[in-house]
Structures are given as C-alpha cells and as structure tokens.
C-alpha cells in the first residue's frame, strides 16, 4: 500500500463533500476517482496533497514515497521556454550530471588518499546517473513533449504566452518526468489530442508507480484503470475492474437495492393493512397483536429509496421537418492561414439520418471546417450546398451563440418569444437551472454551465441538422450517457467534432479522420476506425489526389453487411431468449399458483380427512417443488 485515506470528512458550510470517506492505493495501482461534476473529487485531490484542511479523518502517505499532482488550473509565468520548464524535472540529474564532469576534471590533480575518495564518490554518482536513466534524459523529455502534441519548432516558445491548456500539457509533462510513486492527476485528458491521449495512456499502462486519476473520459478510464473509487453524496465507494466494469455492478447494485427497497416497501404496506384489519375487529387480542405488529415495524430498519441514474439532463431532440436524403455536399473545400495549411480540396457528402464525427489531431481544421458549414468564417476555395428542407442546430464549443449580457432565461426566451414562462422554466430545470439561478448573467457562467445552456437552446431548435463542437466537454459522465442516448434516438443528422473515443463508439455511425490536410472516411465507429486506420490513412494521404478514395471505400460495404447481418442474428438469439423467458416466468408463476392452492385445499376438512386424497396432493407438491427448482435454475441463465 502507498497511499491510504481513512474517515475523511470535508464539508464547505452545511454542504458535506465527503462523509467518513475510506480508500487505498496499492503499490503500481491504477485507479480511478470518479463521480457528477461538484461531487468533490478536485476536493479530495487537493485535501490528500494538503492543499485543503479535512475536517477528519487521515491521509497517509508510505514513509519515504513521492507523490505528484496535476491541479486542472495551471499558473506558469517563469520565463522559460517549454524546453526550459519540462526540463526543471530533470534538475537532480542534470546537478549529478555537472558533479561527475567536475570530479572529472579535478582526477588528474589529485593522488594517494584524495584520489581514492574522489574515485569512490565518482563511481557511486556515475552508477547513480546510469541507474536513473541520466544519458537518457534529453530524448526523455523530447519523447515526453511529442507524446503531448508538441513539435519540435515550438520547445523554444515562452510559456508565459502559452493558453491555459498548452500550459497544463507543459506541466503534465513536467510531472511525468518527474516519476514520483503515486501520480494525482485531475482530469489529464483536458486539451490532448485523441493521438496524445492514446500516447498517455500508453505511458501510464508503462508507469512503474501508482496513479489515481480524476476523468470523465471513459475510454481512457476503462484502457488504463484497474479500480475505481466513486463519490456519490458525501459517500466513497469502491470497484474492482475499468470503468465497464464499475457501470455493469453499479447498475447490479442499484437493481438488487431498489428490488430490496420495493420489497420491503409491499412488506410495509401489507402490515400496515394488516394493523389496521385487526384494530378494526376492536377485540383485545387483536389490538394487542396489531400493537405487537407496530412496534416491529418501528423496529425494522427502513431502506432508502436508490438515487435515480438519470437526474442531470432529460434530452429530446426531434426535427420539426424531415429533409431530403442530401443533407450536405461539400466540393473541393480548402482552408488555410498565413502560419498554416489546414486543408486542401476535400470533397465529401452526408445523408439524412448520417452520424457523422470529425476527429483529428489540435490545429488540424476541425473546428474552422465546422464554423464554414455555419458560415461564421469563409473558405479560401470550394462550395457546400444544404439538401432540400435542411435546418441547422449548431452547438459551438467557444458559445459564440450564447450571449453574455443576457440571463439565461432572457437567451432562451428571446430565442423563442412563443415559448411560456412555465415551458422555459422547466426546460431550464432538466438542464439544473432552477430557482433563481435563471437569472444569472451567461458571461458569469463556467464554461459547463454554458454548454448546458447552448444544449437546451439546441434541444428546442427542433432542427434535423444538428452540428456539434465538442458537444461532452465540461459534461460529467451520467450527463455525456444523456446525451448519447439522445443522440441515437435522434431521427435528424449528426456532424460533430470530439475528442471523446466512448462517446464516438457510442455515437458515430462514420468518421472523417483529418490527416495530412484531407479526410480519409470510415463507414463505422471509433473501433471500426482503430481496425482500418492505418490501411485507409496509407491509401489517401500517399497521395492527395481525392481519386485514392474509391481504395477506401471498398472495404467498407462488406464490413457494413457483416456489422449488420451480425446485428441481426444478435436480435434473433435475444428474441428468442425473451420468449423462453417469459415462458418460464409464466411456468413458474402457474406452478406457485397451484402450490398455494394445495396447501388451501389441504387445510379443508374433507380433504384432511381422506388419506388418499392427501397422497395425491403431497405427491404433487414434491412434483411442483422439484419442477420449480429447475425453474428458477433455468431463469437464472436465461436472465444472465
């Protein structure tokens, strides 16, 4: 074990963080802290570091180990360059590195006694320097950097100049080198690209220390973890597993107490009856034995009702009209400026009830490709063209959309001036605006809150063309799970641009990965994507003539059919299963049935009374009960 927190408690006022909160990280553990966004895990992060008081409870750190910390919020004002800054890491190395070629030179002055010391202390630092990795340390950090998504050509710029999200990675990377034994990283995923986020999770699976992670990006948790710490109101919960995981027996657990709670809930409701029924004969005994009833189920211990799962966002999105089958054709677009070529005569076509994801490296073009489509900047060459009865619904990662003198409830009314108070009021209210928060200024809302606000906007547009930048960030994971189910159940057309691999698997039925200033397309998900990039990427970036796309799309219809044949059969076997099902559900319930009406029929005299006919009965029963054992064993598999 190399970090333990035991009964934490931390509360701000009357609101309580965590509540006698308990966990462990083992030696090279991976793990991860998870929970809705203001559950309190940046919190408990900075309380383990000692940058918060915990209001008790202890954090113990294992006696001579190291521990790291990546805040989301990063100040860096040194001066240096980026080199300059990640290579602060390296500042014992570099030190031993300086002693070693001071010995050096002192070697051929010295003799006898002094020579032997020095040639001793020499020997032990150049097997120290070797030991960490010390010839190594420059292509370290330049490995470190790169990984990151930084180039060569930008080591040499200030970080004074740098954005808060260039800054974070320059202080990730600091931190990676720095190796401590347990890694604290919140949220490290912000800002990186999907290849920087992949090299992370590579370097992490690597890391010879433990890591606990703060993330709401659920393809990297269920890649790199091994465990998963959940706060939910004030309470720590422990999993075993990766995030599919943790959401297959957090869904088992829920389902078993809520099946619990609703039991114990009949069971209350029938002594309360019963209670009554006896007070109501008005005899002695039976109010004594009401009264006898009462005091057990004062005594009995009341189970909460579970938490429902999907109290952040209630989404619908539907189109008002239906378009034609040509939503979108885009013809030899190009886009570039003074510093940069973004792309160069892409053509590509979407069609009604398409999801389609835009992906790429940070600075490729796909957020500029998406403010062409809606006309917020122009392209330097190339035409798009709108299908028929097509209406857009845009969602802009930087809520140029929003406007920041106005409350929220102005930006939706004025949006739509037909709309009720009520009507606004309780659309504000499944996106967590209640009360008199309505009435705050949109520029005095975090970056979350503002998504949410541009996502209710969206979910009122009723449009069937919905165009998405960066749609999950600032969204916690029940809220991102939402939003996906929204989007599948959405009849309309999807382009967007993320970041978030879950979210695309779960999401995109194609992908236009931006590479070498062009798109190569993928009919399929982000795993589809992973299985073909490197065949696709070969045939459309050799060259960028648009007349290598055929070579792609040929193996796309085939892998198609196979997806769909296989979805078909799925549906078939799960067909099946729910009949035999249900079949034995009936069984079952029928063979009960007839086991309560025996032991009735047995209880009457004429029948208590005739051997015979008690015979039969017991004989029927055994058959009943050895049936119902079969079963309930066979229920059990089917309902696996």
């Known amino acids: 074990m190399i970090l333990a927190c035991h009964k934490i408690n931390k509360s701000f ?46 954090v113990v750190l294992t006696k001579g180990k190291t521990c790291g910390y990546l805040a989301q919020h990063q100040e860096m004002q040194s001066g240096n360059t980026i080199y300059e800054e990640v290579k602060l890491a390296k500042a014992d190395i570099i030190a031993m590195e300086q002693q070693i070629r001071s010995i050096e030179q002192e070697l051929d002055s010295l003799s006898g006694d002094a020579l032997s010391s020095r040639l001793e202390t020499y ?64 949220e490290p995923t912000n800002h990186l690209d999907l290849n920087s986020i992949a090299w992370l999770e590579n370097y992490l699976l690597n890391y010879h220390g433990a890591v606990l992670i703060v993330s709401h990006d659920r393809y990297f948790l269920n890649r790199v973890v091994t465990k998963v710490i959940e706060i939910e109101q004030g309470e720590l919960t422990c999993y075993l597993g990766n995030y599919s995981d943790y959401a297959a027996k957090k869904q088992q657990i829920r389902e078993a ?38 005091k057990m189920l004062d005594k009995m211990e009341r189970i909460e009702k579970p938490v429902e799962m999907d109290t952040e ?63 917020v900047v122009p392209a330097d060459s190339g035409t798009f063209t709108l299908g028929t009865n097509v209406q857009i619904g845009y969602y802009d990662q930087e809520h140029h959309v929003l406007h920041m003198e106005k409350t929220i409830f102005e930006e939706i009314s004025d949006a739509y001036p037909s709309l009720s108070n009520t009507k606004i009021r309780n659309v504000l209210a499944a996106f967590l605006f209640t009360g008199d928060d309505v009435f705050k200024l949109i520029g005095d809302l975090s970056g979350g809150e503002r998504g949410r606000v541009s996502l209710a906007k969206l979910m009122l547009s ?50 236009l990965d931006l590479v070498n200033q062009t798109f ?18 070969n045939a459309y970036s050799s060259t960028p003539d648009i007349s290598s796309a055929p070579a792609a799309t040929a193996v796309e219809p085939s892998a198609s059919k196979l997806d769909w044949k296989e979805q078909k059969e799925e549906k078939a076997r799960e067909r099946k299963r729910q009949n035999e099902l249900k079949k034995t559900e009936e069984r079952i319930t029928a063979l009960e049935e007839r086991d309560q009406e025996i032991d009735e029929l047995m209880t009457q005299e004429e029948v208590f009374t005739n051997s015979v ?12 009960a050895e049936e119902l054992e079969e079963l309930y064993l066979k229920w059990e598999e089917l309902a696996e």
């Open 13 to 58: 006022g009357d609101h309580v963080i965590i509540r006698d909160g308990s966990f462990h990280i083992e030696d090279h553990e991976k793990a991860a802290l998870i929970g809705p966004n203001g559950a309190g895990k940046s919190t408990l992060l900075k309380v383990i570091m000692g940058e918060l008081p915990s209001d008790g409870g202890d």
């Open 123 to 186: 020997t032990r630092l150049t097997a120290a320097f070797e030991r960490d990795n010390g010839y190594a340390y420059e292509s370290e950090i330049t490995g470190v950097l790169k990984g990151l998504g930084f180039q060569e050509e930008e080591f040499s710029k200030k970080v004074d100049t740098l954005s808060g999200g260039q800054k974070t990675r320059v202080s990730l990377g600091k931190l990676l080198l720095t190796n401590p034994d347990i890694l604290l990283l919140d």
């Open 257 to 294: 107490r809520l099946k619990e709670y609703l039991n114990q809930q009949q069971e209350i409701r029938h002594q309360e009856a019963v209670i009554e029924k006896l007070r109501s004969f008005n005899r002695e005994k039976s109010i004594r034995r009401a009264e006898s009833r009462v």
């Open 313 to 375: 966002i209630h989404l619908t999105l539907e189109p008002a009209i239906i378009s034609g089958n040509d939503v979108l054709t885009v013809e030899h677009l190009s886009k570039s400026f003074p510093s940069q070529n973004l792309f160069t005569d892409v053509s590509f076509e979407i069609r009604r009830g398409e999801h389609v994801a835009v992906i790429g490296d940070n600075g490729t073009g796909k957020t500029t490709l998406l403010k062409i489509l809606n006309q």
């Open 462 to 511: 009723e449009a069937n063309f919905l165009i998405l930048d960066e749609p999950t960030n600032h969204l916690d994971i029940v809220s991102k799970e939402i939003l996906e189910k929204a989007l599948n159940d959405y009849t309309g057309t999807v382009l967007y641009v993320s970041h978030d691999r879950y979210f695309i698997n779960q999401t995109a039925t194609r992908i």
């Open 520 to 537: 190569v397309n993928y009919i399929g998900n982000y795993d589809y994507y992973l299985e073909k990039k490197e065949e696709l990427t």
């Open 613 to 624: 006919r008690c015979q039969e009965l017991a004989v029927e029963k055994a058959g009943i």
